[in-house]
């Protein structure tokens, strides 16, 4: 059961207009973003800085849900979104579940790799080390190496609240069209 209730949109014009941002963003409103809307203000921040580094950035959409789905990991409700579009991205079953399991799963290019490592080493709070590093700079620019380290952070923050707020998972109506909202959506 969630422990912050989710706010009704029409409760003030507030909420309103920060509930009508994050659906125009994302194609839909979360059950956890509709827990954040208790501070429409932060909520309408914290959707538009999602929003950017989900659809924005300079990696692709496989490399970004890859850097989500490394973070995420542990948190089911975090899985559960964005494995599915991980999924849907030509992940297989097994890689899926190595990397579920903190392991960089086989099979996958250099990049993505060093992109898997790279993710696990910035989660884990502990400094980078210089291979890690240079691993990930074989592949990506300077620019995407933050941009990959800001997401990563956006999600560590999301699933702080979520663990903290317990939001009930999305129902596969709400999951389903968030996936083919993304899907339609031009992707890099």
Same mark, same amino acid.
């Given at each position: 059961?969630?422990?912050? =209730?989710?706010?009704?949109?029409?409760?003030?014009?507030?909420?309103?207009?920060?509930?009508?941002?994050?659906?125009? +963003?994302?194609?839909?409103?979360?059950?956890?973003?509709?827990?954040?809307?208790? +501070?429409?203000?932060?909520?309408?921040?914290? &959707?538009?800085?999602?929003?950017?580094?989900?659809?924005?950035?300079? /990696?692709?959409?496989?490399?970004?849900?890859?850097?989500?789905?490394?973070?995420?990991?542990?948190?089911?409700? &975090?899985?559960?979104?964005?494995? @599915? !579009?991980?999924?849907?991205?030509?992940? +297989?079953?097994?890689?899926? #579940?190595?990397?579920?399991?903190?392991?960089? =799963? @086989?099979?996958?290019?250099?990049?993505?790799?060093?992109? *898997?490592?790279?993710?696990? #080493?910035?989660?884990? *709070?502990?400094? /980078?080390?210089?291979?890690?590093?240079?691993?990930?700079?074989?592949?990506?620019?300077?620019? @995407?190496?933050?941009?990959?380290?800001? !997401?990563? #952070?956006?999600?560590?923050?999301?699933?702080?609240?979520?663990?903290?707020?317990?939001?009930? /998972?999305?129902?596969?109506?709400?999951?389903?069209?968030? $996936?083919?909202? @993304?899907?339609? $959506?031009?992707?890099?």
């Amino acid at each position: 059961m969630a422990k912050l =209730p989710q706010v009704d949109p029409a409760s003030s014009p507030d909420v309103a207009a920060a509930f009508a941002h994050i659906e125009a +963003s994302r194609g839909y409103v979360s059950n956890l973003m509709r827990c954040l809307l208790h +501070s429409p203000a932060a909520a309408k921040a914290h &959707g538009t800085y999602g929003h950017f580094m989900r659809f924005e950035t300079d /990696l692709t959409e496989r490399q970004r849900e890859l850097v989500i789905c490394a973070t995420v990991r542990g948190v089911p409700y &975090g899985w559960a979104h964005h494995g @599915q !579009l991980l999924a849907q991205l030509g992940m +297989s079953p097994a890689q899926m #579940a190595e990397l579920k399991d903190g392991k960089v =799963p @086989q099979g996958l290019p250099a990049e993505e790799q060093a992109l *898997c490592a790279y993710t696990f #080493a910035f989660t884990a *709070c502990g400094g /980078l080390s210089d291979d890690v590093l240079d691993a990930a700079r074989r592949h990506f620019s300077d620019k @995407q190496i933050v941009d990959a380290s800001l !997401l990563s #952070a956006y999600f560590m923050g999301g699933g702080a609240v979520i663990t903290a707020f317990a939001p009930e /998972l999305d129902p596969p109506d709400s999951m389903r069209a968030e $996936r083919e909202w @993304q899907t339609g $959506r031009p992707h890099r």
